[in-house]
């Protein structure tokens, strides 16, 4: 009947009022492929058909560490607050992202935490030509807004530090208007679209910059929520928390000093 052009995993495309509704694979629920799908259903959709020198990121900014799970969704499209694997659950925030420990079945969620911030960095392979920072900028602000079409005034900057290129898409409970796409339904689309698995149909991005194209050897995702996380100790890496205890010492270290001088 149609063809979902934004959107390749779904079922039963049909035209109603001139528009394409498909059913999503996975939740059945019936989306416009007008628009960009919610990130949640996308995740759904694929679980149902798997076998099982840059600039210093904010302090409460964390990545997925989970990566891929079978999310429950609201009729609506978004994450419910509280995702379970059997009997383990843990919260998520509006990007369906861990932001807790993981705990039994007791663990209550109490609200949806909205993800206000998410960092997108990409590190690009060796190229021939040189990239100009100012056409870079351009391309990736009107593929933002016309291939994902988000409104612009929710990418706060496109920055270039050879070899990496980093975006900022914030969107606040508060600047969020009704019908406005979520940063976290356009950060997907575009991190699938980046590692080649488009989400769109037959529709692939092409990224070149004077006849060469860009690739990408990593890129990584970073979240910072309205309210900050609550993990505990035991899920920080043994780095993060070696540098814990090293500032620990040093603090206990100088209030000894303090107090020999003092005497």
Known sequence: ACVCEKNKRVTNCRME???CWCDSVGSGVSVDCSKLTSKCLLMKAEMKGSKS???EKPKDAFEDTDGLYDPECENTGVFKAKQCNGTTCWCVNTAGV???DKHDADLKCDQ????MW???EMKHTERNAPLDA???QRFFKETITRR???NGRYISSIVYEKPYITIDLKQNSSEKSFGDVDIADVAYYF???VKGESIFHDNILNISFGNERLNFEKTSVYYVDEIPPEFSMKSLTPGLIAVIVVVIVAIVAGIVVLVSSNK
Not at 112 to 115: A, E, G, I
């Open 53 to 55: 020198g840059r600039r």
């Open 134 to 136: 100012e056409s870079l």
């Open 112 to 115: 949806l935490v909205r993800t």
């Open 17 to 19: 009022n001139g528009v």
């Open 98 to 100: 861990r932001r807790t």
């Open 118 to 120: 998410i960092i997108i």
């Open 148 to 150: 994902y079409m988000l």
């Open 191 to 193: 991190e699938k679209e």
